[in-house]
Nanobody, 120 residues
């Protein structure tokens, strides 16, 4: 069984940046073994939103309009980690952020989530 571990997140002011990390443990310690990694978020009272889908082979990614141009994903082949870099954060980016080993809402493996709060 695979467990995903997340780090990063916190409270920032509008316009600031944060970086989230996601790694795997358990039956695999290399999250890059998965073909794609999805980043999702869920704001209070809203449905979960897929914001980035990254191809781990070449690092290419699709991003939602809501974050396009501000959020990027990357991978570290040495540390076996994936990252979500969030720049130009806005109050509407406040949510719990999740990584998953697929880009589908039905992904089998999910991180525990990490809170990102953007507030003046």
């Amino acid at each position: 069984q695979v467990q995903l571990m997340q780090s990063g997140g916190g409270l920032v002011q509008p316009g600031e940046s944060l970086r989230l990390s996601c790694a795997a443990s358990g039956s695999t310690t290399n999250i890059l073994d998965y073909y794609a990694i999805g980043w999702f978020r869920q704001a209070p009272g809203k449905e979960r939103e897929r914001i980035i889908c990254m191809n781990t082979l070449d690092g290419s990614a699709w991003s939602a309009d809501s974050v396009n141009g501000r959020f990027t994903s990357s991978r570290d082949n040495v540390k076996n980690m994936v990252y979500l870099q969030m720049n130009g954060l806005k109050p509407e980016d406040t949510a719990v952020y999740y990584c998953a080993t697929e880009c589908s809402d039905h992904a089998r493996n999910w991180g525990p989530g990490t809170q990102v709060t953007v507030s003046p």
